[in-house]
């Protein structure tokens, strides 16, 4: 979550202006629990503790749902994002950047490639059947909230939404990912690479390909022995170089791209070959640990 100074950051700060939802958020880091798990643990009543949870639902920091468990409805509540990051800036000019936000689910895919292991689901059910990549063509494939394969690719169009008085200034790219491993296998490295517009932008290693935990949005019907989360990593790329999470990956700057048409192409690849590294895991709305799809941020100025 990107915050400022501005007024719009304001919800957030008072948010966690409180030692009650601090601790709120400390229970929530090791996993989804209900108002009721929320209070017997702080020792308040329910109807408080729904009060705090309601500040921190409005400031995006958690999200709830509502879960049916013998015949009762209850509420249950997990965090939004992990990482906050806090622009102090006093550049004058932050108030006229301008941003366009776009998110692409996993399955709106345009071209791929899976070489098993490999396979993909939406939130309900398996689409088609495991390792097989016939599948990833399949109708119902734009509903996926997770696919994965050992080698290959996946490769996303994403809408120009720019005008030409507009002047691209940076890209963000955010993602939930992880390696492939048959099963799954917390020490299992996997280079993915990225790609924008046939370009290519540089790797970041995936540790492993993650199940030892239930990934706190998969579903209960997910097999336990499978992908369960991966991790957030965020791409960005501006005119001072290629960066994951703030650590550059590449000199390559965002105007060595043509940014004029009226789309452009993001691609992942994992391309590991050798025996205990490889593959690529994507997660999706419903899956893993982050309520999100691919989410790209543009960033702008007028002129």
């Not at 509540?77 to 000019?93: E, F, M, R, V, Y």
Request: proline share 4%; aromatic share 10%; charged share 25%.
């Amino acid at each position: 979550m990107q915050l400022s100074t501005d007024s719009d950051s304001l919800l957030v700060f008072e948010a966690l202006a409180s030692e009650v939802r601090l601790r709120i958020i400390d229970l929530l880091h090791h996993g989804e629990k209900s108002i009721k798990a929320l209070a017997e643990a702080l020792s308040l009543s329910s109807a408080i503790v729904s009060v705090h949870v309601g500040k921190l639902q409005k400031a995006g920091i958690i999200s709830c749902r509502n879960k049916r468990i013998r015949g009762g409805t209850y509420k249950f509540c997990s965090l939004a994002t992990h990482h906050l990051q806090i622009n102090l800036s006093p550049d004058s000019n932050r108030s006229s950047r301008k941003l366009v936000e776009i998110s692409i689910p996993v399955g709106h895919y345009t071209d791929v490639q899976a070489i098993p292991t490999c396979g993909l689901a939406s939130v309900e059910k398996l689409i088609g059947q495991y390792d097989d990549p016939r599948f990833f063509m399949d109708p119902e494939r734009v509903q996926a909230g997770i696919l994965w394969f050992y080698k290959g690719y996946v490769e996303y169009k994403v809408p120009n939404y720019l005008f030409r008085n507009q002047r691209l200034n940076e890209v963000e790219i955010s993602m939930e990912i992880g390696s492939e491993a048959p099963k799954i296998h917390e020490q299992w490295p996997s280079d993915i690479r990225f790609y924008m517009n046939s370009t290519y932008l540089g790797k970041w290693t995936s540790p492993g390909d993650f199940g030892r935990r239930k990934g706190r949005l998969t579903p209960e019907w997910w097999s336990p022995d499978v992908n369960q989360y991966g991790l957030l990593k965020v791409l960005r790329l501006n005119a001072n170089g290629t960066f994951i999470d703030g650590q550059r990956i590449s000199d390559l700057k965002i105007h060595d791209l043509d940014w004029n048409a009226d789309s452009w192409t993001f691609r992942l690849t994992a391309e590991d070959t050798g025996r205990g590294r490889g593959g690529l895991t994507l997660f999706g709305r419903g899956f893993g640990n982050y309520d999100q799809d691919l989410l790209f941020r543009v960033y702008y100025d007028s002129h």
